[in-house]
T-cell receptor, first 114, second 111 residues
Framework: EAQVTQNPRYLITVTGKKLTVTCSQN?????MSWYRQDPGLGLRQIYYSMNVEVTDKGDVPEGYKVSRKEKRNFPLILESPSPNQTSLYFC?????????????FGDGTRLSIL | DAKTTQPNSMESNEEEPVHLPCNHSTISGTDYIHWYRQLPSQGPEYVIHGLTSNVNNRMASLAIAEDRKSSTLILHRATLRDAAVYYC????????????FGTGTRLKVLA
């Protein structure tokens, strides 16, 4: 089954404790991206990657890092989390091909930073 | 960056057509219009996309204004399972390849 898998699904942690949210896709997609979703603000793109070793900033990259060492994985790293990064996070992937290729989203990771 | 504006919420009766509007007055020539929807407790799922011409698929239709500054997602017969937040998105292929989501329209379907 084609899917995007995020882990963990839920995490409560404290300010300053480094954390990583993993994202893996099994569709051999080149393009992957991370979003955060906050009430009243919709989804905002954090980072995206066009292919292995190619990453770029989205709308709200501050406080986040990403890496793309393998095609299937695109982890989101919070080096020093702060309460304003409490949010619902989604990973997505799509085939690079034409711009009409749909994105496939994971089920989300809810982070609470105390 | 181009942005989209949508009504916060809409209601529809079951089995009736629904027209969900989206304004994107600053759209550029290389921006594609995508629609996604998000069911409760799930990630967004693709609905339809277009560039200039109207589009139909098994889920919905997309009507794009001639000047491309607005578009309308049409659900031909709303069902209770269509209750979701619908996002109108511009996918820019000019340089940044980013997706710009609006805040979405929450569709309520009444039985």
């Amino acid at each position: 089954e084609a899917q995007v898998t995020q882990n963990p699904r839920y995490l409560i942690t404290v300010t300053g404790k480094k954390l990583t949210v993993t994202c893996s896709q099994n569709m051999n997609h080149e393009y992957m991206s991370w979003y955060r979703q906050d009430p009243g603000l919709g989804l905002r793109q954090i980072y995206y990657s066009m292919n292995v070793e190619v990453t770029d900033k989205g709308d709200v990259p501050e406080g986040y890092k990403v890496s793309r060492k393998e095609k299937r994985n695109f982890p989101l790293i919070l080096e020093s989390p702060s309460p304003n990064q409490t949010s619902l996070y989604f990973c997505a992937s799509r085939s690079k091909g034409a711009p009409n290729q749909p994105q496939h989203f994971g089920d989300g990771t809810r982070l609470s930073i105390l | 960056d181009a942005k989209t504006t949508q009504p916060n919420s809409m209601e529809s009766n079951e089995e009736e057509p629904v027209h969900l509007p989206c304004n994107h007055s600053t759209i550029s020539g290389t921006d594609y219009i995508h629609w996604y929807r998000q069911l409760p407790s799930q990630g967004p799922e693709y609905v339809i996309h277009g560039l200039t011409s109207n589009v139909n698929n098994r889920m919905a239709s997309l009507a794009i204004a001639e000047d491309r500054k607005s578009s309308t997602l049409i659900l031909h017969r709303a069902t209770l399972r269509d209750a979701a937040v619908y996002y109108c998105i511009l996918f820019t292929t000019s340089g940044t390849y980013t997706y710009i989501f609006g805040t979405g329209t929450r569709l309520k379907v009444l039985a």
